[in-house]
């Protein structure tokens, strides 16, 4: 699924129309081997449970539950997965949009819209350039993986 790209905000939100959807296609890039690996510190096990929802997982072995956005820069935020995936579209499609402007798009706060803008132009490592030439490709360079390898004051938490 790594080369699924999204050429219209339409695309994306009939692609994912619940957190379910979204959390699937997290894992599916994030974990792209299709083995789930447990993201706690010191365990990477490769066997958990999958909860009902779809969304949560319980290591085996450590116990502990997350979920595709575990230890990724979207973790600890209430916002909705479809949301984020919004907010990278548009950081990625209109290129220098403002908070003001996301706050409106995504139906957030300002204040909400900010942080997700840094949150989301972190994540792409890259705020002056155009990467990603109109179409949207969520990969690990979003979505988790990458985190632990970052310069600890640059992790997200
Ligand atoms: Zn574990």
Known sequence: MSDTSYKTILDLVKEFPDERSCHQYLASQRWDTGEIICPHDNCGHNQSYVFADGIRYKCKKCKTLFTAKTDTFMEGSKLSTIKWLLAMYLVMHKKGISSVQLAKDIGVTQKTAWFVLQRVRWA??????????????????????????RHANKKVK
Do not use: A, R
């Not at 350039?129 to 990458?146: A, H, S």
């Open 124 to 149: 792409l490592g890259n705020e002056d350039e155009e990467p990603f030439e109109g179409n949207i490709q969520l990969d690990e360079t979003f979505v988790g993986g990458k985190n632990k390898n």
